[in-house]
T-cell receptor
Framework: NAGVMQNPRHLVRRRGQEARLRCSPMKGHSHVYWYRQLPEEGLKFMVYLQKENIIDESGMPKERFSAEFPKEGPSILRIQQVVRGDSAAYFC???????????FGDGTRLSIL | LAKTTQPISMDSYEGQEVNITCSHNNIATNDYITWYQQFPSQGPRFIIQGYKTKVTNEVASLFIPADRKSSTLSLPRVSLSDTAVYYCLVGLRMDSSYKLIFGSGTRLLVRP
């Protein structure tokens, strides 16, 4: 029973490029959460999605960032026109129900040159 | 400001019991309290979750007072491999808004 799978594990982009981060939730989970973590800091909530719907995007910057969780396929976090400040580890978590424990992937480490 | 508070770091020795407390004054009425362990370059790993009173599993206990404004993670007889950062995760309600908030983390160092 595979856990939450994130890819790529590491992603390098130049300023102005687009970054696409993918997350496949645990089997049977329809709730997906994205978090961002800067070095030596805690995780900051970005967005919560439930199959095809964005439930809460209050933690996501209004510009350049978007997220989706289509009916088929993984959840995608997209960052357009990346800047140096976007460098961070991005973690995805999934749960079966909103109040059930979230299970995390091992993250995508995004580096902006 | 909706937030949680944890000690920045704690030191312990192998075999001791470690208690880490998280304060969350504005916890949402229906929300659970969840604790995670994180090692470098890995995602947070679920430890335990509770709503009130006491919850125990094979690795930890979670104590939650009646007012639910704090919670204490208890790790019995820690070992060197328990050296990690520990986070609480709660849903906080401020006015009409709701936010999922991770604590800032407690860095636990277990010494031989």
């Amino acid at each position: 029973n595979a856990g939450v799978m994130q890819n790529p594990r590491h992603l390098v982009r130049r300023r102005g490029q687009e970054a696409r981060l993918r997350c496949s939730p645990m089997k049977g989970h329809s709730h997906v959460y994205w978090y961002r973590q800067l070095p030596e800091e805690g995780l900051k909530f970005m967005v919560y999605l439930q199959k095809e719907n964005i439930i809460d995007e209050s933690g996501m910057p209004k510009e350049r960032f978007s997220a989706e969780f289509p009916k088929e396929g993984p959840s995608i976090l997209r960052i357009q026109q990346v800047v140096r400040g976007d460098s961070a580890a991005y973690f995805c978590a999934s749960s079966g129900q909103p109040n059930q424990p979230q299970h995390f992937g091992d993250g995508t480490r995004l580096s902006i040159l | 400001l909706a937030k949680t508070t944890q000690p920045i770091s704690m030191d312990s020795y192998e075999g001791q019991e470690v208690n880490i407390t998280c304060s969350h004054n504005n916890i949402a009425t229906n929300d659970y309290i969840t604790w995670y362990q994180q090692f470098p370059s890995q995602g947070p790993r679920f430890i335990i979750q509770g709503y009130k009173t006491k919850v125990t599993n094979e690795v930890a206990s979670l104590f939650i007072p009646a007012d639910r404004k704090s919670s204490t993670l208890s790790l019995p007889r820690v070992s060197l491999s328990d050296t990690a950062v520990y986070y609480c995760l709660v849903g906080l309600r401020m006015d009409s808004s709701y936010k999922l908030i991770f604590g800032s983390g407690t860095r636990l160092l277990v010494r031989p």
